[in-house]
């Protein structure tokens, strides 16, 4: 129950029903607040306890000094929680740990339930591992749950075993698109209350659903959990960047031309860690699809959130994708009375202003390393032709451009672009050439774009168009179709348009993430090998969000970010090289040059389309029993009861250590004796230095554990699918492959020195950190500024815990690892203001103990404790910043706190 202070606490009646709300124009200020900010102050106001939520907390919040650097942290308690299934494992896994736990201490195990609704959507494990075929989908879902049957028995276990926590199966559809389409409330009813719906994810695009006025970003795990487990989120009250939108989009161009616009203006401009909101005249002008496109891409230009407020364009989608009567009718009622309904004339506090005239967005790709580096469609071909001497021959770096010995010059063509005709003998005979520039995957993929219908129609049509002129795509293109929800299917099916994608070779692979995550499966066994021996400079072209470096294939150097339309054509010319505004894109049946101008649908065909071939119907279809899934899905056999039955042999699913030896009664905060350095690390070591991604290498601690268990390497899969399994993690934690730890110098990857051996020899950060636990010794991190920073992944702390680390101790901390870092029972220390290890003469060489940690018992937060390196004494900051950080720190982490909470309950 809220304290009420502001007597805020109303009612609001919507047809025979009554709610009950908490007034924001109780409090003073509030009505020039940013409609964000309004969100976070209805969010105090209901949530106010008194002592982790103050009525000062709400009065800093309603006096919001719009040009202030961000000081005064609040504690957000989203209304729900959303997650996909690589990232969600761990938060079911730690669920089940918990319950264990809880039994043996004696407690009721179904007293561990996300107490926020929690929903979860399998969608990053398919890949397009077959494709232009007509059963490419079916033959991609048996391999998906060939790969990842041991997960996906553990999900369903867990969606019946959880109240409150429900799975979208397999092969239905993106998250984010999900979110949208069926999952969103925009105003949330619980226990009688009406709120904002608001949320975090487990995925950084969790944004998209700011399109529809829902106030939600992307988080770790271990936050995600706290969420579900009733723990608000800790946040610093942000900047609000107002972008105001005018005119209109032109004919001809697509959201995807208008967010890659947004996103280099955004990228330019600089809006890390600050929320941006749209506003203005043209907000009216966006459709829904297109804000959701926008929003999307909010990870793309570094802010926490891209939203839109709440106006007739939002209840028209939400009537359009079947929400009921009585809630459309609320949203309405409950954004009027609370002041957070679109006015397009208002001019709200923001903290930065930009302004976009939609009528100057032009034809766009990105590419070809970066969302935000935007060109121009019709420079696109003579971009390329520079671009693509970075990724040909020897580079002079100072220069930035080749330098050869001119016997060695690479041949060039008519835009100077540099070109190595190669013979490729496709395996049913047919002889081809492809060159630097040649398009080997063209992907109709991703939450960004497949969830926009307008979009979505223009690419079928473009393929109709192409197809009744005889145009082909390229034979060494590899086309895949990845909607991001069942709905696509069902209004391509009634537009009579199926036919002409298939026609063309964009066959339905898959309803989920997959060329954006890099699950765009191999390139034909043929091309594969052309690429590679000659060391071509290939490219894909996809309609996602991301296409950075290695990401995408393995065998494709350059990446591009296209509207669907434009991915069409970029199959049926074959080459970045070609210029598609101008130049033809293939011949006609007669021989006759086809160029992308004829094959382009009009304004009014897609318009036409789309109004009759999307309706509420197809919405109310594909959702209507959306988590009970298909057949494979119910046949899986699962365990019974309230707890998890581990397999031991399984490599994918273990039961994690968190709680082993754990009593109801809290151990003392102790001081730390003895400690050695497991790594010493510079400035701005990101999240992805620390949590293992990507591939497993057979020669590391991880693929020597899989291979140990009987796993092939050719089923090692990636760290993302083995979440489940702390084994793995722990053994690829600090392992990336560019990480430098300066103890063991002249080294890179996950690499230190063992100190519990004669003369410290280097050895693999895992095994030392075993032999360090086997003799009792504790660890401690030393790191430079900005610790911890990109994304806020969960395994980053998880694994520093487990590898034994007590201690932290850098310049400066990326907020969110800080905060995860304490969720983890690790103590996060800031060296003196202008110090660092390197002024401080330490070599991480030097045996550690820290003393002042247990003022903590104490119940208040020690400002310093004292360290001694050697000879070395400083007096470190202690970075616990708030009451609910340290009650985590002395119960041994997040989930010991919420754990003994619920117990005692």
């Known amino acids: 129950m809220s304290a009420n202070s502001f007597d805020a606490r109303s009612t609001l009646q919507v047809g025979d029903e009554s709610y009950e709300i908490f007034r924001l124009d109780k409090v003073e200020g509030s009505a020039r607040l940013p409609y964000s900010l309004k969100v976070l102050l209805e969010n105090l106001l209901r949530t106010e306890d008194g002592a982790n939520i103050t009525a000062d907390h709400i009065r800093a919040l309603g006096g919001w000094d719009s040009q202030a650097q961000p000081s005064q942290e609040i504690q957000f308690t989203p209304a729900r929680v959303i997650m996909q299934d690589f990232t969600g494992v761990p938060c079911v896994v730690d669920l089940a740990t918990m319950r264990e736990a809880v039994k043996e201490l004696g407690g009721d195990p179904a007293k561990i339930n996300p107490l926020a609704p929690a929903e979860l959507v399998i969608d990053h494990s398919v890949i397009a591992d077959k494709f232009g075929t007509n059963d490419a989908f079916k033959q991609n879902v048996e391999l998906e749950y060939g790969r990842n049957k041991e997960r996906y028995q553990f999900l369903r276990w867990g969606q019946t075993a959880f109240d409150e926590f429900k799975v979208v199966p397999p092969g239905t559809g993106i998250v984010h698109q999900v979110n949208i389409e069926h999952l969103a409330r925009t105003v949330m009813v619980r226990n009688g209350q009406a709120y904002p719906d608001t949320l975090v994810g487990t995925d950084s695009h969790t944004t998209m659903v700011n399109g529809l006025g829902v106030l939600g970003w992307g988080v770790g795990g271990i936050e995600a959990e706290a969420a579900m487990l009733g723990q608000p989120v800790s946040m610093l009250i942000p900047r609000v960047v107002g972008f105001k939108l005018t005119g209109e989009l032109k004919p001809g161009t697509t959201a995807t031309d208008l967010v890659l616009t947004i996103t280099e203006m955004l990228r330019k401009h600089g809006v890390v860690g600050k929320f941006v909101e749209f506003y203005g005249e043209g907000v009216a002008a966006t459709s829904l699809a297109n804000r959701a496109t926008i929003g999307n891409m909010s990870p793309e230009f570094g802010s926490t959130a891209a939203i839109f407020p709440i106006d007739g364009e939002t209840l028209n989608y939400l009537k359009l994708t079947g929400r009921s009567e009585q809630q459309v009718a609320l949203v309405e009622a409950y954004a009027k009375e609370q002041g957070l309904w679109l006015d397009p004339a208002a001019e709200p506090d923001f903290s930065e202003k930009l302004e976009l005239d939609l009528s100057t967005v032009v034809p766009s790709i990105a590419g070809p390393k970066r969302p935000q580096d935007r060109i121009v469609l019709a420079e696109a071909a003579e971009q390329f032709a520079q671009d693509v001497r970075n990724y040909v021959g020897e580079a002079d770096e100072e220069a930035g451009k080749e330098s050869f010995p001119a016997s060695d010059a690479p041949a060039v063509d008519h835009n100077g672009a540099p070109t190595k005709p190669t013979q490729v003998t496709a395996a ?319 080294t890179e990857g996950g690499f230190t020195r063992d100190f519990t051996q004669d003369g410290g020899p280097v050895s693999f950060i895992y095994d030392a950190s075993q032999n360090y636990q086997a003799a009792g010794i504790p660890l401690v991190i030393l790191a430079g500024k900005e610790y911890g920073s990109g994304s806020s992944r969960d395994w980053a702390a998880k694994g520093t815990a487990l590898l034994g680390v007590k201690a932290v101790i850098a310049e400066s901390y990326e907020r969110i690892h800080r905060s995860n870092l304490i969720g983890m029972g690790v103590l996060p220390l800031q060296f003196p203001e202008g110090a660092s290890a390197l002024s401080l003469g330490l070599t991480g060489e030097e045996t550690f103990s820290l003393t002042g940690i247990t003022a903590l018992n104490d119940g208040g937060i020690p400002e310093t404790v004292k360290v001694k390196a050697g000879d070395i004494e400083f007096d470190a900051k202690v970075r616990i910043d708030t009451p609910g950080e340290a009650d985590y720190y002395r119960n041994g982490g997040i989930m010991q706190y919420v754990l003994r909470s619920l117990i005692r309950k």
């Open 428 to 746: 049913d005979g047919t002889v081809y050439e492809i060159d630097h520039g040649a398009v080997t995957v063209a992907a109709i993929t991703s939450c960004t774009n497949t969830s926009n219908p307008y979009v979505m129609v223009a690419a079928a049509l473009v393929a109709k168009k192409a197809v009744e002129k005889g145009l082909t795509r390229k034979p060494w293109v590899k086309t895949t179709l990845a909607p991001g929800s069942k709905v696509v299917t069902d209004y391509f099916d009634k537009a009579g348009l199926t036919p002409y994608l298939d026609k063309l070779g964009f066959n339905l692979v898959g309803y989920g993430c997959t060329t954006c995550i890099g699950n765009s499966g191999p390139l034909d066994e043929e091309v594969s090998k052309a690429v590679n021996e000659a060391d071509l400079a290939v490219t894909s072209v996809l309609s996602g969000n991301r296409n950075f470096e290695g990401r995408i294939n393995p065998d494709v150097k350059m990446n591009y970010l296209a509207s669907p339309p434009l991915v069409v054509a970029y199959a049926i010319a074959g080459s970045m090289k070609v210029n598609i505004t101008e130049e033809a894109i293939g011949n006609d049946t007669e021989g006759n040059p086809v160029y992308l101008k004829d094959i382009w649908p009009t304004e009014a065909e897609v318009n036409d389309v789309v109004a009759n071939a999307i309706g509420e119907d197809m919405f109310n279809k594909s959702y209507a029993d959306v988590f009970a899934g298909d057949a494979q899905w119910q046949a899986l056999p699962i365990p019974t009861g309230n707890t998890f039955e581990w397999d031991a042999e399984s490599t994918y699913v273990r039961k994690p250590p968190y709680f082993e030896g754990m009593t109801m009664e809290t151990t003392p905060v102790e001081d730390i004796a003895g400690a050695r350095v497991l790594a010493k690390l510079g400035d701005s070591v990101t999240t992805d230095h620390i949590s293992p991604a990507g591939a497993i290498k057979a020669d590391t601690p991880a693929g020597k554990y899989l291979t140990e268990h009987g796993v092939e390497r050719r089923d090692f899969n990636s760290y993302g699918s083995r979440r489940g399994n702390h084994e793995v993690m722990i053994r690829g934690t600090f392992a990336n492959i560019r990480l430098r730890n300066q103890i063991a110098p002249g």
